[in-house]
């Protein structure tokens, strides 16, 4: 390459170093957006391309996450077990669960924090979302109609 800089070819280099640049900017424009991960099936799973482990056993269920602050265990609450449809849904920055029996149990991670949100339906009362977040299309649309009126209630524009 020096003799080519050094014979006044520094054209054929400059065309070199965008012929690189093009084909590494196409490979890097190709890379699907990550559009998340859904677990079903009982097991050890660590979430390729985020910072997420997901522990599911008969007993419940354990989710671990990396943040630049901290490492975070967190057990399902005690009344979470998995039930017929239960599933978890793992995007870059949140875990949704939803235990087959009407409780949802949400993950949100931020830079510094961990939050934890719990949805389960009242017998006696109004149930609401409360604080928990809009979930994504592919939560939504698995979970019963019944919690789906509630989100809607919080959330009327939907996803």
Known sequence: ???????????????????????????VMAAPPFAGTLIKTYGHFPVAGTSWTIDVSEQG?????????STAMKD??????PHPDWFV???????????????????????????????????DMVDTWG??????????????AKIQAVIRQKFPEGR
């Open 1 to 27: 390459m020096m003799k080519l800089w050094r014979k006044g070819h520094k054209w054929q280099l400059v065309l070199l170093f965008l012929v690189m640049a093009s084909v590494l900017l196409r490979l």
């Open 61 to 69: 269920m354990t989710v671990g996450v990396i943040t630049s602050e």
């Open 76 to 81: 399902s609450p005690p009344a979470w077990k």
């Open 89 to 123: 849904f793992v995007e870059d920055s949140d875990a949704w669960t939803y235990d087959g029996a009407g409780m949802v149990w949400v993950e949100v991670v931020t830079p510094k924090q961990v939050f934890t949100y719990t949805f389960a339906p009242h017998r």
């Open 131 to 144: 604080e928990i977040p809009n979930p994504p299309k592919e939560v939504f649309d698995r979970l019963p």
